[in-house]
């Protein structure tokens, strides 16, 4: 197997489906409505940055630094070096039935000219919702997936070290008013992507379980359960009961394409008409080399180089590949390794095979 071929099967993946016996958890592909986490957010300051923190001109986070040292009883001039203080934004998810005093984790993510926030000190930060009430304070010590070292010009950089996290650093002060009630006659149950067979699926397996009609369809993403009376006390008893009912799950036929990391993800359903694939490249060269022109002796020439141009054309052979009816993935694997193409040319195959009217899948390109 040559260099293109070996990429390719490392970059090219193929989802297979689940054997026939295998099956997915309810809980794994939807969940009841209006059980949802709550989007948080505020800005604060980093310290303790070892003079990689933002710059005089961020005026912002200098007028941030005055305004802090002012409520702590300190009055300083407006003259002030920031370089180991960073503006941040930060953000977290409040989860669906948390109390005051529970720790929730914060991402901090730099909004001026820091260069990193390596060994910084995230201070008390409030955290408001969209109805800007204060849900939460975060503060402490961050940590990062990267690492920054030296200056701009002989410096290291490896991953990204302006964004952090604060594991557990930030402690809920009001919960959201989100409960179930004591008698609970009927709920709702979301599947997280839209798909009628699914729902039907899930309709079958959840009243096979329970020995009665008690789920039925109400769109293409949405079941109404009706609760059995010796579970309408007990509504946690019974989502738990029908999150544990397991159900085969069905997918669209799909080929997920990142032309920016070039991966290509195909489904195991993904099938082909008819089609021949031809795939060639060619490739044009141009050198130039500077040669000494030397003057003869004592004629009062000057040396000068003459630039000699040569260009250079390698067009590679066209193979042709014939997909019959029916193809399958394995068959398309098959075909794209005989014509030695790397993953960025599978992307453009695949997009020319669904232009064509061949490939029989939705075509994603994230």
């Known amino acids: 197997m040559n260099m293109k071929n070996r990429l390719l099967a490392v970059t090219l993946i193929l989802l297979l489906s689940a054997p026939a016996f295998a099956g997915s958890r309810i809980k794994d592909i939807g969940h009841v409505s209006g059980v949802r986490g709550n989007t948080l ?47 941040v934004i930060v953000t977290a998810e409040l989860p669906a039935f948390e109390r005051p005093g529970s720790k929730i984790d914060v991402t901090v993510s730099s909004i001026g000219d820091a260069t990193s926030l390596q060994g910084g000190i995230l201070i008390p930060t409030p955290l408001t919702g969209p109805d800007g009430q204060t849900y939460a304070v975060a503060q402490g010590a961050l940590v990062l997936g990267g690492y920054s070292a030296g200056n701009s010009a002989t410096g290291i950089t490896v991953n990204h070290p302006t964004v952090g996290r604060v594991p557990g650093g930030g402690v809920v002060e009001r919960s959201v008013v989100v409960g179930l009630p004591q008698i609970v006659e009927s709920l709702d149950f979301v599947l997280d992507q839209m798909d009628f067979t699914n729902v039907g699926r899930v309709v079958t397996a959840v009243n096979e379980s329970f020995g009665g009609p008690i789920a039925s369809p109400v769109d293409g993403r949405s079941i109404r359960l009706t609760l059995p009376v010796d579970y309408q006390k007990r509504p946690v008893d019974f989502i738990a009961a029908v999150e544990a009912v397991t159900v085969q799950v069905d997918s669209k036929a799909r080929v997920v394409v990142n032309e920016r990391t070039g991966t290509v993800v195909i489904g195991s359903e993904v099938t082909l008409s008819p089609v ?28 000068t180089t003459v630039p000699q141009s040569s260009v250079k054309a390698d067009e590679q052979k066209s193979n042709f590949v014939t997909l019959n009816k029916g193809a399958t993935v394995d068959d398309l694997v098959k075909a794209l390794n005989a014509l030695g193409v790397t993953p960025r040319d599978t992307i453009a195959i695949l997009e020319a095979v669904k232009a064509a009217g061949a490939l029989q899948a939705e075509l994603e390109i994230i």
């Open 41 to 87: 957010m505020g800005y604060g300051l980093v310290t303790g940055l070892n003079k990689t923190g933002d710059k005089k001109q961020t005026l912002f986070t200098q007028q941030s630094l005055l305004n802090m040292l002012d409520k702590l009883g300190m009055t300083v001039g407006s003259n002030l070096r920031v370089e180991n203080v960073a503006g």
């Open 276 to 303: 021949s694939i031809s795939h060639g490249n060619l490739s044009i060269q141009i050198e130039t080399e500077f040669q000494v022109s030397q003057p003869a002796p004592f004629s009062q020439g000057q040396t």
